[in-house]
């Protein structure tokens, strides 16, 4: 599967963005689905990942209550929606999938099967 990573931009502190991330190939609804992000100087931080139907979520504690995390398995898209951003979410934003129907979420991003580009999130104070 390839992925696709969009959405990202500039805004303020407290404002919102949307990211979306499509997968191609027929297969999308048997995979977890994750958002990672990596600052500069920083390493590739766990954001939020969800199950192949949706069922299961998890959240970074630095984003839980912020961020959510949805899917359309027809039309094969993931989706970050972020609100109340700060500027300590400025990173590349990077969708990841995990192969297989797990109800408990991945956390390594070493563990996920396949890797989207990023998506450049700036917030500024």
């Known amino acids: 599967v390839q992925l696709q990573a969009s959405g990202g931009g500039l805004v303020q502190a407290g404002g919102s963005l949307r990211l979306s991330c499509y997968a191609s190939?027929?297969?999308?609804?048997?995979?977890?689905m994750a958002w990672f992000r990596q600052a500069p100087g920083q390493g590739r931080e766990f954001v939020a990942a969800?199950?192949?139907?949706?069922?299961?979520?998890l959240y970074a504690e630095s984003v839980k209550g912020r961020f959510t995390i949805s899917r359309n398995n027809a039309k094969n898209l993931v989706y970050l929606q972020m609100n109340s951003l700060k500027p300590e979410d400025t990173a590349v934003y990077s969708c990841?999938?995990?192969?297989?129907?797990?109800?408990?979420?991945?956390?390594?991003?070493?563990?996920?099967?396949?890797w989207g580009q990023g998506t450049q999130v700036t917030v500024s104070s």
């Open positions: 969800l199950s192949w139907n949706g069922g299961s979520t």
């Open positions: 190939g027929r297969t999308f609804n048997s995979f977890a």
């Open positions: 990841a999938a995990y192969r297989g129907y797990i109800t408990t979420m991945v956390v390594h991003w070493d563990d996920y099967d396949f």
